[in-house]
């Protein structure tokens, strides 16, 4: 039996007793229809979990109550908008539940039924503590339905309820969500043979399905997008008509043995393509062929469209920035991984977060700052404490979200916690699927915890995903060559745009050195020094001497091991920093 806090959707038809009694066959094909095309694929992107069926009554278990609102609102906006005959009532609360045997049980349970009949047809009712944890962005969407005594309650409480006659003037969806919206549009088969549709059907399926499983974008449902097969309106027009920013497209030519998948990602309001690639394969594995093609757009995607984003967001003045614009500018800064950058960075999600304070990734960048400070040797004694606690916070508001999960690791490194941070790197891996930047940064954290080999192997698999990763993968993949002894190969990954820091620089030289490479060794010393100088000046840190412990010290407390360190201190010293 488990005891926790959830979110708690309860659905149920409208009239479906009426709508048995009147066609048991057609009542039944419509209830499945709505499950496989709007409820379970919409669920998928919401990370919901249905726990309870009852004839046409459903309960879902959201991680949060933003998940649950947001879930509901695609759900009935859908449904308005295919105008079924199929009508829900929703309610959703916040509250204490039991788990047990694949069952749920509680209070909590209990009101979001409650709430489920008090809701308007097509609608959605939702207590107040939910109300209250939605953000205004999403809660202005509601009316207030004022004080309400539930059915075996002795306390009254506040409802407020959503219906879709209301959204006439509402703003759409990606602007209540402040994530950009994308639509994986049926590629196209080219094949001579028309039965293959179902292969380009199944690679333009598991991509929608993949981008679900992304936080930071709005993916819309199959039933939506694929309306649009064969459709004559220009991708602007199309976009338009689906809410979104950002088109999928592609096409399968199979010839023989041989199949040609091409894919484009498209900007909706400029047309341009900002990502293309053609996947040429042997069709020994038609499925597996289908798996890896997919694995790799997916992997990919997420990144190009929050480039995108970012890119745009320079051309705004910070003040009419939202709070996903300000976490995109923050993190362009933070992936520099030097001081300068990484202080602006913490001003932007401190904005973000004054904006939206239940903003779950906000709090995971905010506390990634402190975590680079510490690895750069320039935190407070008080970031550690930090850290964790700010981490915390974006796990309890997210718990499904993989980089949120690999950021407490980070947390629980930096509090020298060793053990939690082992279990929480393997959880965080054991969840990602194609979130290749989150698992190259699990790969990192098995390198500070000295899993050197295990490091290399997470690292590669993550870069294999994402040929197009951004340099400070190649930053990562550099010490753990260090680590394994490979300092050619160290030096060719550091010396180029990985080269962000003084720990880049301190790497470089001790690389040179214990491959021998004496000169070339003592000129990446002075860079070092350089380097290593100016970023503690910009803090305000009185650098002293140029030796090992004045300048490299700060770096001593990142590694588990000690030998990994001294490693490194010997190779400084090589080069003639002394101690």
Same mark, same amino acid.
């Given at each position: ?255 023989? #043995?041989? +199949?040609? =998948?091409?894919? @484009? %990602?498209?900007? $909706?309001?400029?047309?341009?393509? &900002? /990502? ?81 304070p239940t903003y779950a990734r906000a709090y ?35 718990? #499904?979200? +993989?980089? =949120?999960?690999? @950021? %407490?690791?980070? $947390?629980?490194?930096?509090?020298? &916690? /060793? ?131 004045? %300048? ?11 030998d990994d360190w001294v490693l490194l201190a010997s190779g400084l ?7």
């Amino acid at each position: 039996m488990e005891r926790k806090l959830a979110a708690i959707l309860a659905a149920d038809v409208v009239g479906y007793s009426a709508m048995m009694a009147d066609d048991e066959e057609a009542a039944l094909a419509d209830l499945k229809e709505h499950r496989e095309t709007v409820f379970d694929p919409i669920l998928a992107t919401y990370s919901g979990r249905i726990i309870k069926l009852i004839g046409d009554g459903t309960l879902v278990e959201f991680p949060s109550a933003v998940d649950a609102v947001q879930f509901g609102l695609d759900v009935q906006r859908e449904l308005a908008n295919q105008s079924s005959r199929l009508q829900l009532r929703i309610g959703i609360h916040l509250g204490d539940v039991i788990l047990e045997d694949d069952d749920i049980y509680g209070h909590g349970v209990n009101i979001a039924a409650r709430l489920e009949t008090l809701s308007p047809v097509g609608g959605i009712c939702i207590s107040s503590i939910v109300y209250e944890c939605i953000g205004r962005r999403i809660a202005d969407f509601f009316s207030d339905m004022g004080q309400n005594t539930l059915k075996n309650m002795s306390n009254s409480i506040r409802l407020y309820a959503w219906q879709p006659k209301e959204e006439i003037t509402a703003p759409p969806v990606r602007q209540e969500r402040e994530k950009p919206s994308v639509a994986v549009l049926p590629f196209v088969n080219m094949s001579e043979d028309e039965d293959q549709q179902y292969f380009s059907d199944g690679i333009s399926e598991d991509i929608i399905t993949g981008l679900s499983r992304f936080r930071t974008l709005l993916v819309v449902a199959r039933s939506s997008s694929f309306k649009f097969r064969q459709s004559d309106l220009s991708d602007s027009e199309i976009a338009a008509k689906l809410g979104v920013q950002y088109l999928v497209e592609g096409s399968v030519r199979k010839a023989g #043995n041989r +199949v040609r =998948i091409s894919t @484009q %990602l498209i900007a $909706a309001d400029t047309g341009n393509h &900002l /990502w293309a690639e053609r996947y040429d394969r042997n069709l020994e594995d038609i499925f597996n062929v289908q798996d890896e093609v997919t694995q790799n757009i997916i992997a990919v995607l997420p990144g190009r469209v929050q480039h995108d984003v970012a890119e745009r967001s320079t051309l705004k003045p910070t003040e009419n920035m939202k709070a996903y614009e300000l976490l995109l500018k923050g993190k362009a800064l933070r992936d520099g991984l030097n001081p300068q950058d990484t202080a602006r960075a913490k001003q932007y999600f401190e904005k973000a977060l004054k904006l939206d304070p239940t903003y779950a990734r906000a709090y995971m960048y905010l506390a990634d700052t402190y975590v680079v400070d510490m690895w750069l040797g320039l935190a407070d004694p008080d970031a550690p404490k930090h850290a964790l606690d700010i981490a915390r916070k974006g796990a309890a508001l997210d718990n #499904n979200d +993989v980089y =949120i999960q690999d @950021q %407490l690791g980070y $947390a629980y490194l930096c509090a020298q &916690l /060793w053990g939690h941070a082992d279990v929480q790197f393997e959880k965080t891996l054991s969840r990602i699927v194609n979130e290749a930047e989150s698992m190259a940064w699990c790969g990192y954290g098995f390198l500070l915890l000295s899993r050197h080999e295990k490091a290399y192997d997470v690292v590669i698999e993550a870069m294999r995903l994402d040929p197009l990763h951004p340099p400070a993968l190649d930053w990562i993949l550099g010490q753990v060559y260090f680590f394994l002894g490979r300092y050619d190969d160290a030096v060719g990954k550091l010396i180029g745009e990985a080269h962000l820091n003084s720990i880049a620089d301190a790497f470089l030289v001790a690389a040179f050195a214990h491959s021998e490479r004496q000169s070339e060794a003592e000129a990446a010393l002075e860079t070092f020094v350089q380097r290593r100088r100016a970023e503690l000046e910009s803090r305000g840190i009185s650098a002293g001497a140029n030796t090992i412990s004045e %300048l490299a010290g700060g770096f001593r407390a990142t590694w588990r091991n000690p030998d990994d360190w001294v490693l490194l201190a010997s190779g400084l010293r090589r080069a003639g920093l002394p101690d």
